[in-house]
C-alpha cells in the first residue's frame, strides 16, 4: 500500500531556529496539507497544497511558516524562528482529490527547547 | 463547515460490535462523511466515506439515515488493536475548504 513518508520522525531544536519538515507524498496525488498535533489536543489543519501554490491556509499558518515543493516528489515545511509552542507532531497528508481519502504520514514530533 | 458530535469515549470488549454515533444537523447537500482512526503517536488513518444509506468495506460500516443529520460507524467484533481515537468529519468532497477535525471519540477495548 502507498505510503507518505515524513523525515525525520523527531527533531528537537532550540528556540529561535529554523527546521524544515518533509514530505514524500504519494506519487500520482495531486493535494498535500500539514497538520499538526499538540500532545492531547485536537488535529489542527495548517495549509493546502495545489498545483505548487498554497490553496488554503489556518490562522496558526502565520508568516513564520511557509511550505515548498522543490521537485516531484518532495513537500517540505519551514518554520523560520521556532517557538516553544511550536512543539507538536506534524502531520503530512496528500490525497488524490480534495478532500477525498487522505493519506497520512507518521509524522515529524518536533520539540522546541 | 458542518459541526459533529461524538461521544468523547466508548468502551468495549474483545468480540463485540462497536457502533459511534456522529451528529451533524447542519450537514449541506454536497457534504460527504468521512471517518478517520488515529493511534497514538500516528497520523489519521482513512476508514471511511459516505454520502447516503449504507456504505461497507473490509475495516467497518457506515450507516447514513435518509436525513443525512447522523451517521454511525459499525465496527464489527473489536479487537485490542482497535483501540484508537475515531473522528467523524463532514464537508465537501471536491473544493479548498480543508477537513477539519473535532476531538473524536477514544475507544477502549478491552479484553
Known amino acids: 500500500e502507498p505510503e507518505v513518508t515524513q523525515t525525520p520522525s523527531h527533531q528537537v531544536t532550540q528556540m529561535g531556529q529554523e527546521v524544515i519538515l518533509r514530505c514524500v507524498p504519494i506519487?500520482?496525488?495531486?493535494?498535500f496539507y500539514w497538520y499538526r498535533q499538540i500532545l492531547g489536543q485536537k488535529v489542527e489543519f495548517l495549509v493546502s497544497?495545489?498545483?505548487?501554490?498554497?490553496?488554503?491556509k489556518s490562522e496558526i499558518f502565520d508568516d513564520q511558516f511557509s511550505v515548498e515543493r522543490p521537485d516531484g516528489s518532495n513537500f517540505t515545511l519551514k518554520i523560520r524562528s521556532t517557538k516553544l509552542e511550536d512543539s507538536a507532531m506534524y502531520f503530512c497528508?496528500?490525497?488524490?482529490?480534495?478532500?477525498?481519502?487522505?493519506?497520512f504520514g507518521s509524522g515529524t514530533r518536533l520539540t522546541v527547547v | 463547515l458542518a459541526k459533529t458530535t461524538q461521544p468523547i469515549s466508548m468502551d468495549s470488549y474483545e468480540g463485540q460490535e462497536v457502533n459511534i454515533t456522529c451528529s451533524h444537523n447542519?450537514?449541506?447537500?454536497?457534504?460527504?462523511i468521512t471517518w478517520y482512526q488515529q493511534f497514538p503517536s500516528q497520523g489519521p488513518r482513512f476508514i471511511i466515506q459516505g454520502y447516503k444509506t449504507k456504505v461497507t468495506n473490509e475495516v467497518a460500516s457506515l450507516f447514513i439515515p435518509a436525513d443525512r443529520k447522523s451517521s454511525t460507524l459499525s465496527l464489527p467484533r473489536v479487537s485490542l488493536s482497535d483501540t484508537a481515537v475515531y473522528y467523524c468529519l463532514v464537508g465537501p468532497k471536491a473544493g479548498n475548504t480543508p477537513l477539519v477535525f473535532g476531538k473524536g471519540t477514544r475507544l477502549s477495548v478491552i479484553a
Open positions: 447542519n450537514i449541506a447537500t454536497n457534504d460527504y
Open positions: 497544497f495545489y498545483n505548487n501554490e498554497i490553496s488554503e
Open positions: 506519487s500520482n496525488h495531486l493535494y
Open positions: 497528508a496528500s490525497s488524490p482529490l480534495s478532500n477525498y481519502g487522505y493519506t
